[in-house]
């Protein structure tokens, strides 16, 4: 009886080991590759725009941005792509790099002044919107261009970019099919156009450009 009980206890040990192994670990925030340090980077960034200040009253030239400001701006644009609002857009890496140009620009705007909720500079929060409406951006712009494209397509006749000289009837038929679908894919993708201009205008009107905001999983304070 001893053994029987011993075996059982040993089987059940080895089911929770496996389970504990199963089990997805958490990451913890600042584990994460493009974790940005809140308090760090917005002191760093009030440090940068006092010095600019600096500069320009007593005539010098503008500073140029910190390495760290600046891996900071990719960091964020990187980590906000890979949210699931934008991640799967084929265009991600140009939607980086809009938001990263847009935060280089928009830090002589950045005002060290602002009030925030703990009474801290919050510059996490304020680039983090600028990339969010920089993505915005981009994505109407790919959409416009895709369009004019499908437009394009529809004008010039969709069966004049197939090969005219199928060889039999059942080639014929399934280019005919696929031009069907072709017609439809371009009905359905004019139909979410319009759902998506009119999401973009109420994500506009909703998300108004504010100094402090949730972002938890980004920052510690």
């Not at 493009?34 to 600096?54: G, I, L, P």
């Not at 929060?125 to 993505?135: D, E, K, M, R």
């Not at 790919?142 to 397509?153: A, L, R, T, V």
């Amino acid at each position: 009886m001893t053994l029987k009980k011993s075996k059982t206890n040993t089987t059940e040990i080895d089911a929770n080991s496996a389970l504990d192994t199963a089990r997805p670990v958490k990451i913890k925030p600042k584990d994460k590759p493009h974790y940005v340090n809140n308090a760090q980077f917005s002191q760093a960034v009030v440090d940068y725009c006092t010095t600019v200040k600096e500069a320009k009253e007593s005539g010098n030239g503008q500073p140029i941005i910190p390495d760290y400001i600046a891996t900071c701006f990719l960091k964020i644009c990187e980590g906000l792509s890979h949210k699931a609002n934008f991640v799967r857009y084929t265009y991600r890496e140009e939607m980086v790099m809009d938001a990263v140009e847009n935060c280089l620009k928009a830090i002589q705007n950045y005002n060290i002044e602002a009030a925030t909720r703990t009474g801290k500079p919050n510059a996490f929060a304020y680039f983090t919107q600028i990339s969010w409406f920089a993505f915005l951006r981009r994505i109407e712009k790919e959409k416009k261009q895709q369009d004019i494209k499908m437009k394009y397509m529809e004008q010039s006749g969709i069966e004049n970019f197939l090969d005219q000289e199928l060889g039999d009837a059942q080639s014929r038929q399934v280019a005919a099919a696929f031009v069907d679908q072709l017609r439809f894919r371009i009905d359905e993708i004019k139909d979410k156009d319009k759902e998506w201009k009119e999401i973009v205008k109420k994500e506009r009107k909703r998300r108004t450009v504010k100094v402090d905001s949730d972002l938890g999983d980004f920052i510690e304070n």
